[in-house]
């Protein structure tokens, strides 16, 4: 079965940071692009960041350029995003999704989400 | 960065009927578009992608059409299961989602 499961999310103060892990399984993780989107509560989906196959490309929104850093473990199967100076609009549900191509495209496959808060 | 913007942010309409729903993009996306369906505490499931090609499983009654910046969403006789909030995303330089439309029963 092909599954992503999302870990990391919790509680933490504006300022401080936090690093998101994506575990996949049931697929063979290094032929595909990786992304982070989030959702904050009650509101729409906003892509965070992507990273092609072999972690070369990468890219992120605006919102969050310079201030998170998405990574990739092919020998783990896993997705990373480290997010620093964090930001009470930061504050979402976070979702791994997979791509459907070795570089950006769609998402067809999506985790459960990790829930980050971020208050004082 | 591309712009997609949604319209409308909520439609009512009842079962059995015919539901369109529109994404624009702010420069030519050259088709390349995906329709999402999320249903409260889901994630989202991909329905369409390239702008007209349904995904594995898509029931027929959903079709996408569109090119260059305009695209739309139909769902040609609306069942209980599709009220829902629908999603448009471009991949044409990227990613960025379109704001969401609220599908409510009328």
């Known amino acids: 079965e092909v599954q992503l499961v999302e870990s990391g999310g919790g509680l933490v103060q504006p300022g401080r940071s936090l690093r998101l892990s994506c575990t996949a399984s049931?697929?063979?993780?290094?032929?595909?692009?990786m992304h982070w989107v989030r959702q904050a509560p009650g509101k729409g989906l906003e892509w965070v960041s992507g990273i092609s196959w072999n972690g070369v490309t990468i890219a992120y929104a605006d919102s969050v350029r310079g201030r998170f850093t998405i990574s990739r473990d092919n020998a783990k199967n896993s997705l990373y995003l480290q997010m620093n100076s964090l930001r009470a609009e930061d504050m979402a549900l976070y979702y791994c999704a997979k791509d459907i191509m070795r570089y950006p495209y769609y998402m067809d496959v999506w985790g459960k989400g990790t829930t980050v808060t971020v208050s004082s | 960065e591309i712009v997609m913007t949604q319209s409308p942010a909520t439609l009512s309409v009842s079962p059995g009927e015919r539901a369109t729903l529109s994404c624009g993009a702010s420069?030519?996306?050259?088709?390349?578009l995906a329709w999402y369906q999320q249903k409260p505490g889901q994630a989202p499931r991909v329905l369409i992608y390239g702008a007209s090609t349904r995904a594995t499983g898509v029931p027929a009654r959903f079709s996408g059409s569109g090119s260059g910046t305009e695209y739309t969403l139909t769902i040609s006789s609306l069942q209980s299961e599709d009220f829902a909030v629908y999603y448009c995303?471009?991949?044409?330089?990227?990613?960025?989602f379109g704001q969401g439309t609220r599908l409510e029963m009328k």
């Open positions: 995303q471009q991949y044409n330089k990227w990613i960025t």
């Open positions: 049931g697929f063979t993780f290094d032929d595909y692009a």
């Open positions: 420069q030519s996306i050259s088709s390349n």
